[in-house]
């Protein structure tokens, strides 16, 4: 068989499958049969055609893992069987800000996934320089969880030393869950994370982590927990309200990093970002430094990923997977695709 099955999503809310040709490696490259594809919040937005940089027809598949399959020629350091992830963010490699690594900045980036094809199909082509290796016994779940805590790593490090500092997270799914950790592995002295479903909250508390509930009261009750206004805030929802009481509860001269996607502009309290000289900091993927720190920290089991691994879809429910996601009824957390499973 020459051709394969490949998920694409052709227009908004829409998932359907076409044939490809089956990948051939060329010099640099390498093929892996993919094992676990986890669904970001980004793919949802884009999947409703919400997601600000991306258009269709696309193919999903940013976060995953596999094993290798086959090495095209000129590749070194690689055996069939092999456990990695990919690192999707691909920059141009020479202008200044790819020089240092900010690859999220470069102006020509290029992401898998995004403005290129994902990893939904069985077999996925990649230069050899993305992939990053695993022992095997990390397991396809953890090492598809890469691209997520790195992430979580970039947007930690936007804060010089956190040692001793106060954080409060809006938001308890997979990145918010991601960076408090990350925050308490940097020296974070209190962590508190709000979460208006009862689902993440409980396994927030599982990770040891204190939560609160959104409601009228919060931006006190913020402040009660802490015993002062904390100096350190992440928005990992990617909506008004939470950013505004990011803005509203940290310290004069604190920080706030948005890690949130927004679908809409918000509108933001400017005034108390001016009049408390809040570092207001948005920021975007990782650089390989933060990629390969993330795929260390998995490796040494330095953050605990099982919790928040909730649901398994096989690669031909892909569309399932996504309408389970978007009904406000369903409970999940990372919710992966299964390419081993038909
Ligand atoms: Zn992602
Ligand atoms: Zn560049």
Redesign the pocket.
């Known amino acids: 068989m020459n051709t394969m099955l490949q998920a694409y999503v052709p227009r908004a809310h829409e998932m359907a499958f076409r044939e490809i040709e089956r990948p051939v490696p060329s010099a640099g490259e390498v093929v892996i049969k993919v094992s676990r594809i986890g669904i970001c919040g980004s793919d949802i937005h884009a999947f409703k055609g919400k997601h600000p940089i991306v258009s269709f027809p696309l193919t999903p598949g940013h976060e995953f893992s596999g094993y290798i399959e086959e090495l095209g020629p000129e590749v070194e350091g690689w055996s069939k069987g092999d456990l990695v992830t990919v690192e999707p963010a691909i ?9 240092v690594g900010l ?1 999220g ?5 290029q992401f898998i996934g995004g403005g290129l094809p994902g990893a939904g199909s069985p077999l996925f082509k990649v230069n050899q320089k993305q992939v990053v290796k695993f022992p095997q016994e990390v397991g396809p779940d953890d090492s598809a969880m890469t691209e997520p805590l790195a992430v979580a790593i970039h947007a930690v490090q936007k804060i010089s030393d956190l040692n001793y500092k106060n954080v409060f997270i809006a938001g308890g799914g997979t990145i918010g869950l991601l960076v408090a950790q990350v925050s308490r592995l940097s020296g974070a002295s209190r962590i508190l994370i709000s979460e208006k479903q009862d689902y993440r909250a409980q396994i927030a508390r599982k990770l040891g982590l204190a939560t609160v509930s959104p409601n009228p009261a919060l931006e006190k009750e913020i402040i009660q927990f802490f015993g002062a206004v904390p100096k350190v805030t992440f928005e990992c929802v990617g909506a008004e309200a939470p950013l505004n009481t990011c803005i509203h509860v940290v310290e004069r001269g604190g920080y706030v990093i948005v890690a949130g996607v927004y679908e809409e502009p918000p509108k933001t309290d400017m005034v108390q970002v001016q009049d408390k000289e809040i570092n207001l900091s948005g920021t975007l993927m990782y650089t390989f430094d933060d990629f390969r720190k993330a795929a260390d920290w998995i490796t040494k089991k330095k953050v605990t990923l099982s919790p928040l691994q909730t649901h398994h879809f096989p690669f031909r429910q892909w569309g399932e997977a996504y309408r389970f996601i978007e009904s406000p009824q369903s409970d999940y957390l990372k919710v992966f695709i299964d390419m081993d499973e038909p």
């Not at 920059?91 to 020089?99: A, I, L, S």
């Open positions: 920059g141009c490699g020479t202008c200044p800000k790819c020089q690859i900045q470069c102006n020509t980036l």
